[in-house]
């Protein structure tokens, strides 16, 4: 495994399943068949209701479509392979996390604390140190945010534990 | 005479006219910084136009897609790195003039070219909009159902990316919008037992996501990259003989944005690189081109702005967008429950006409502040990523919030953040997605009820002439890009 990694990286040639086309063309085809079998499950109208088609044939139809296409690039990737993008850096990983850290907090905690926690590990984790900017994008600035949407848009946010003391 | 008024009507409403300029100066920040663009502060912009009027929600869209369009060549010149992606060919030869110490000199023809472009455009779009409009008034069903088909068919030709995957991305943003309760029947789909996807997956969530938030990500990846800025002084007026080397170029260019414009789902971006290289082609010193060209500057700027009026004819015409942008804007349009076609022209002008009076100003109004403001605008590139996107960030989930105040709303924009991030690094443009999703209920709605006017008879769309040259037209536009391709 670590063999074909660095290969990969060397951009050499790969075995064609390690290929980004075949791996792509995988996702999607696998997420379509799915989705292809759920549109199954749709309710069938009776023929006295049903205006047209029936509710779960245009979406089989688009489905079908995908899937065919994406055989297509498939296949055409095989001639001419596409270009084998970059391993993703570390940053990348760490904002990803982020955001699943910031469904977490916003869900179970705070949205505001959920987004003064992402800026602050984003900011840092792409290189801001000085601690006053830091400060400034993940507390300053949704502070900022807050008062314009819920003063000016007149919007309520979910409640949290920050956002319930201040509506208390 | 009437029109005229309606045109002139938004120089008369001090509302009307502090939104244009806000618009504008917005859209020359987002402009300039590289990654946002037009497109994507249109998007971030959206759910604020909520708490606005219509017609002040679709002015401030519009001053943003003319002004943001023109800002992108600032950073093209300044730092060779284009602030949207019509800015790309003004880089060409941009930044080599930038660096020969005439940065004002060229910042000065890519103001004047994109004004003269954006002006010609405008009037492009006040005469044949409503000729287009008038002529969709013949269309039923079907003809609907073949031109959102054509519409669609154009998403194989969009400047980026492999043709198939265009389609893919455009038959995924179709499906998207099958999501909830079928319109007809009342049948769910696709909802995974989520009571809040019972009303399908709202506009914002996607646009936002697939734009700001995937943008995000890309540049969580682009975080080594360094750029050279070139010093400027001021922005300086072209001279006479730069008129005289150019006036044609401009006028050429003009014409070509316009013209691709118009095409549905084309846009800035093939419109300034067809308009760049027509320049080179019909210039006395196509040797000069890549290293500093005056008219390679006028060429792309003036046809990627031309391209902005071109692209409002269709959309505002017909409902099928002619660019990304425009594409964010009849999203704008349809969440203030405004659907563009040719009963918006009949019921109403003025909403229409104040559009197209508008997008003059915006025009005039990005020539000053470009002029006087570019020293100023280029500084605002010196604001690092490492701060500005996590602000971007919080004015993006907040701004998704705001529509329905459901924190499903942030979630699906998240997941199409992170669809985004994934189509754009393997080749897929998520613009055929947004299209697709705009177009997937026109497309559905009038195929099934033209098969209730036909009875279930498929073989009847074929007896109507206008459906006949629309599927032929569609035809030409899958067919186009491949055989383009064999020639290449």
């Not at chain 1, 688009?62 to 990737?77: E, M, W």
């Not at chain 2, 669609?152 to 198939?164: D, N, W, Y």
Request: proline residues 5%.
């Amino acid at each position: 495994m670590s063999n074909v990694r660095n290969k990969k990286r060397a951009g050499s040639s790969l075995p064609f399943f390690f290929k980004d086309s075949t791996i792509v063309s995988f996702i999607i085809i696998l997420i379509s068949s799915i989705l292809l079998y759920i549109t199954f499950t749709f309710d069938i109208v009776p023929p006295i209701l049903n205006r047209g088609i029936q509710p779960a044939t245009f979406p089989k139809a688009l489905l079908l479509l995908i899937i065919s296409l994406t055989l297509i690039i498939f296949f055409l990737s095989i001639k001419k392979s596409w270009k084998e993008e970059k391993k993703l850096p570390t940053e990348f990983y760490i904002t990803l996390g982020c955001f699943l850290l910031f469904l977490f907090v916003s869900k179970f905690l705070d949205f505001f604390l959920g987004i003064s926690l992402l800026s602050a590990i984003v900011s840092y984790f792409w290189g801001e140190r000085r601690l006053i900017f830091i400060l400034f994008v993940s507390i300053l600035f949704p502070i900022i945010v807050f008062i314009f949407f819920e003063t000016i848009l007149g919007l309520r946010f979910p409640s949290g534990i920050i956002t319930d003391l201040y509506y208390s | 005479m009437e029109n005229l008024s309606f045109i002139l009507a938004p120089l008369f409403s001090s509302k009307l006219l502090i939104v244009l300029f806000l618009g504008t100066l917005f859209g020359l920040v987002l402009g300039v910084l590289p990654g946002l663009g037009p497109t994507t502060g249109g998007a971030l912009i959206l759910p604020f136009t909520m708490t606005l009027d219509p017609i002040s929600a679709i002015v401030l869209l519009t001053a943003i897609y003319c002004a943001g369009t023109y800002g992108g060549a600032i950073t093209a010149i300044l730092i060779n790195t284009p602030g949207t992606p019509a800015a790309a060919a003004t880089c060409l030869d941009g930044y080599p003039l930038a660096q020969k110490g005439e940065a004002g000199r060229a910042l000065g023809m890519a103001t004047v070219s994109s004004v003269v472009g954006g002006l010609i455009s405008v009037l492009v779009l006040i005469f044949f909009a409503p000729l287009l409009a008038q002529l969709a008034y013949e269309f039923g069903q079907p003809e609907y159902f073949a031109l959102a088909i054509f519409g669609l068919t154009m998403l194989a030709s969009i400047g980026e990316g492999s043709p198939i995957k265009n389609l893919i991305a455009g038959a995924f943003g179709i499906l998207i919008s099958t999501v909830g309760k079928d319109f007809m029947t009342s049948i769910d789909r696709f909802t995974f037992g989520i009571n809040e996807l019972t009303e399908g997956i709202g506009f914002i969530p996607v646009v936002v996501g697939l734009f700001a938030i995937s943008e995000m990500l890309t540049q969580s990846t682009l975080l080594n990259q360094v750029f050279n800025r070139v010093a400027l002084k001021a922005v300086k007026l072209p001279t006479k003989d730069d008129y005289k080397k150019t006036w044609k170029t401009i006028l050429r260019s003009s014409g070509i944005g316009s013209f691709i414009g118009v095409l549905p789902a084309e846009g800035g971006t093939v419109a300034s690189l067809i308009g760049y290289s027509e320049a080179k082609r019909w210039s006395k010193k196509p040797e000069d081109f890549g290293k500093g060209s005056i008219e390679g500057i006028a060429g792309a700027e003036a046809a990627n702005n031309a391209a902005t009026g071109g692209a409002m004819v269709p959309t505002l015409a017909l409902g099928i967008p002619g660019s990304a942008t425009t594409a964010v804007i009849l999203t704008g349009l349809i969440i203030h429950g405004v659907r563009p076609g040719p009963d918006l022209f009949r019921e109403q002008p003025e909403f229409l006409y104040g559009i197209f009076g508008s997008m003059l100003i915006a025009n005039i109004l990005f020539f000053i502040l470009g002029f006087f403001g570019a020293k100023l605008f280029a500084r605002i590139t010196l604001v690092p990523n490492k701060l500005l996107w996590p602000m971007i960030f919080a004015i993006s989930v907040c701004g998704t919030y705001s529509l329905s105040q459901s924190l499903t709303d942030v979630w699906i924009m998240l997941l199409f953040g992170v669809i985004g991030f994934f189509m754009r690094r393997y080749g897929f443009s998520v613009v055929p997605v947004i299209i697709g999703l705009i177009l997937g209920e026109l497309v559905e709605g009038t195929l099934r009820q033209s098969l209730v006017i036909f009875e279930g008879n498929w073989l009847m769309f074929f007896q109507r002439p206008i459906v006949l040259i629309f599927f032929i037209l569609s035809l030409i536009a899958l067919g186009f890009p491949l055989i383009k391709k064999k020639k290449i």
